[in-house]
């Protein structure tokens, strides 16, 4: 029994150390996000005004892709011979294709529309 309210003595400190630090993390974050929020706003404008002139059919795959993408990218550059996304390999013909810019080519593996790293 001694050793057992020793244990939860233990554990108790342990969570009591964890909460505060829970705490400071928390406010380090809601500092980053306030100080990121107005550069969002803007951002989120931007793309709003440009949006309106890309085609409907396009812009409605460009979400759904960037809503299925793990990491919320939709278009990823061409990385030593891999996708930028999911890192599967491209074979050299589709890397062709992509440099020549001549239409949309997206990753057979995650989708992602792959892109040269100029563009
Ligand atoms: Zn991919």
């Given at each position: 029994?001694?050793?057992?309210?020793?244990?939860?003595?233990?554990?108790?400190?342990?969570?009591?150390?964890?909460?505060?630090?829970?705490?400071s993390?928390?406010?380090?974050?809601d500092?980053?996000?306030?100080?990121?929020?107005?550069?969002?706003?803007?951002?989120?404008?931007k793309?709003?005004?440009?949006?309106?002139?890309?085609?409907?059919?396009?812009l409605?795959?460009?979400?759904?892709?960037?809503?299925?993408?793990?990491?919320?990218?939709?278009?990823?550059t061409?990385?030593?011979?891999?996708?930028?996304?999911?890192?599967?390999?491209?074979?050299?013909q589709?890397?062709?294709?992509?440099?020549?810019?001549?239409?949309?080519?997206?990753?057979?593996?995650?989708?992602?529309?792959?892109?040269?790293?100029?563009?």
């Open positions: 029994m001694k050793a057992k309210q020793e244990a939860v003595a233990n554990s108790q400190a342990f969570l009591e150390e964890r909460k505060s630090d829970l705490e993390k928390k406010k380090e974050l500092n980053i996000v306030s100080d990121t929020k107005e550069d969002e706003e803007k951002l989120k404008k793309a709003k005004d440009i949006e309106k002139d890309i085609d409907d059919r396009l409605t795959a460009f979400k759904r892709i960037r809503k299925n993408a793990r990491n919320g990218l939709a278009v990823v061409v990385e030593r011979d891999a996708c930028g996304g999911c890192f599967n390999k491209i074979p050299p589709r890397q062709l294709d992509i440099q020549s810019r001549k239409k949309v080519i997206v990753c057979e593996y995650c989708g992602r529309i792959l892109v040269d790293s100029e563009l």
